[in-house]
């Protein structure tokens, strides 16, 4: 009698293809034979479009992926959390608070060098998905699953045009750090050749 795994591997793919993503997941434990088949599936599902907060680990998380002998060339955008987790000192005004919110700072207590750190680890991610590509879909977002309330009131003073510079309040410095960011990723896009397709800003 004919059994699922006696299927060839194409006709397993088209069956797993209706399976929800999540499944996926439990689907490639259970015998290599299916893993093999769901892998690719897996792979387009869950690393295409990859999102990550700007610490070290994520971003150190995120170039392993990139450059894993199979699963790095199904990469194809990247995209950041730019709500900043760092009490904002006072400012005057938007000019001031610019400079003093630097790209890929996550943390109060991160040093010039680490930041730069985690430049080159970005920079490196975006010419390897540039070698698998030849181009690249980049993104920056806002999201904090601890604190609804911030991301709310962030997107809404973009929308109606309430946020106030002066008052030093995380979304004023948190909307800087998105802007900061996307231009720092485009330009390093720009030096490295990279084609890029798509800009995504998600608020």
Known sequence: MATLLSLPP??????????EP????????????TERAATPLFAEQFLTDRRHVMTLESIEALQEI???????????TIAFNCVRSIPPPQASDEEEIANSVPPFQFEPEETVHE??????????IIKRIRDNHRKISIGVFFENIYDEQLCHGLVDGIRYCTIDWSTGYRPSYSLVHLRNTLKTLLRMCNLL?????????DL
């Open 115 to 124: 930041i730069e750190v985690k430049k080159i680890k970005v920079g490196k």
């Open 193 to 201: 050749c990279c084609h890029v397709q798509r800009v995504e800003v």
């Open 66 to 76: 990139v450059y894993h002998h199979y699963f790095g060339r199904f990469v194809r």
């Open 22 to 33: 999540n499944d996926l997941k439990s689907l490639r434990s259970t015998c290599k034979r």
């Open 10 to 19: 194409e006709t397993l793919v088209q069956i797993y293809k209706s399976i």
